[in-house]
């Protein structure tokens, strides 16, 4: 019995390590993404030390008149930068995720928490391999991500491309801010943020709410290819908060173009979804039966466009009764 009893413990002592998933080490790639299966977190970003994976550092424009105060929290999960007062232009904190790249067949998710305190602040998520102090154009024009603020009312918000305002499939525009989720607008507050990336399209949700999303250019990403956790400041006297970064591998659950031909398909499930994207696209297509169409009784009811939607409604079970073509974006 006791003999049974030893093999036993023994089975339980050598068992017991594979019944636990190793932690990813901060700042330390746990699996490339072809190892890594679907939604694993793949990388957690630490702050005030550098490793052979992650070593954060200042560059852009404003480095020229000043570098950013940089402070962290003693476990180095949360990091604060601030600019002197009259600093003037952008200026870039963060680097390279080890071997990380961002193409066509790439698909991450990069969730942390961020605050505003003053002035205008943000996320780019592709880099080069810009040298501390670096002020040159091609150390950040090639960069994607978004500015702006959550504790401000109004316009304050864009998607960006090396710190200038781009153009969104929703609401970003090229030539002003625009509003964000009323979700999002949390004061002084931490929003949370997820930047959901599948090859060259990346979405901004804020507080789990579709801010926008875009398809960026492959030309300008393969300038700047590598998977990259860079936060930015502009101007003078901005202070900005992050904290509890982390990586996952692939998009829920696949992140789809809003401007693609998913017409009359289910693009995500209510589950899947997130407050403010699209779940399905209609078009309607030209009524092909004479004799239908010729029907007093039917031109009475379908004869407006906004009348077929109805229709269709009442008399799903005709697909052949599809109506003029229509698409609704």
């Not at 066509?104 to 391999?129: C, L, P, Q, S």
């Not at 501390?132 to 401000?152: I, V």
């Not at 008399?315 to 009764?321: A, E, P, V």
Request: glycine share 10%; charged share 20%.
């Amino acid at each position: 019995m006791k003999k049974i009893l030893s093999f036993i413990l023994l089975i339980a002592i050598i068992a017991a390590p594979a019944l636990y998933a190793p932690s990813v080490s901060a700042n330390t790639v746990g699996k490339t993404p072809d190892r890594a299966p679907t939604g694993e977190r793949i990388c957690e970003i630490k702050f005030g030390g550098s490793s052979a994976d992650y070593a954060p550092h200042a560059f852009g424009p404003a480095c020229g008149t000043g570098m950013p105060g940089i402070s962290v929290s003693s476990d180095g999960s949360e990091l604060t930068l601030t600019t002197a007062e009259g600093q003037t232009g952008g200026v870039f904190y963060g680097g390279k995720v080890g071997s990380l790249t961002l193409g066509e067949d790439r698909a991450y998710t990069v969730e942390f928490e961020m605050k505003f305190t003053r002035g205008d602040a943000g996320f780019f998520f592709n880099i080069a391999a810009p040298a501390e102090g670096d002020t040159s154009a091609a150390s950040y024009t090639d960069l994607y991500g978004f500015y702006g603020q959550t504790k401000t009312s109004g316009s304050c918000f864009t998607l960006s491309e090396a710190g200038n305002m781009i153009p969104g499939e929703m609401v970003s525009s090229a030539s002003s801010m625009t509003a964000i989720p009323t979700a999002a607008r949390v004061g002084d507050a931490y929003c949370r943020v997820r930047v959901e990336i599948n090859g060259y399209i990346y979405a901004v949700y804020l507080n789990d709410a579709l801010y926008d999303v875009t398809t960026v250019n492959p030309t300008v990403v393969g300038k700047a290819k590598n998977l990259g956790v860079t936060f930015y400041l502009r101007d003078g006297a901005s202070e900005f908060s992050v904290k509890n970064v982390n990586i996952y591998k692939n998009s829920h659950p696949k992140l789809k173009s809003l401007r693609d031909d998913s017409s009359n398909s289910l693009i995500y499930t209510y589950g899947e979804s997130y407050l403010g994207e699209r779940l399905y696209d209609f078009i309607l297509r030209r009524i092909h039966s004479e004799k239908y169409q010729k029907s007093p009784r039917n031109k009475n009811r379908c004869g407006a466009r906004r009348k077929i939607g109805n229709c269709i409604k009442r008399q799903r079970g005709r697909r052949d009764i599809l109506g003029q073509q229509y698409s609704r974006s």
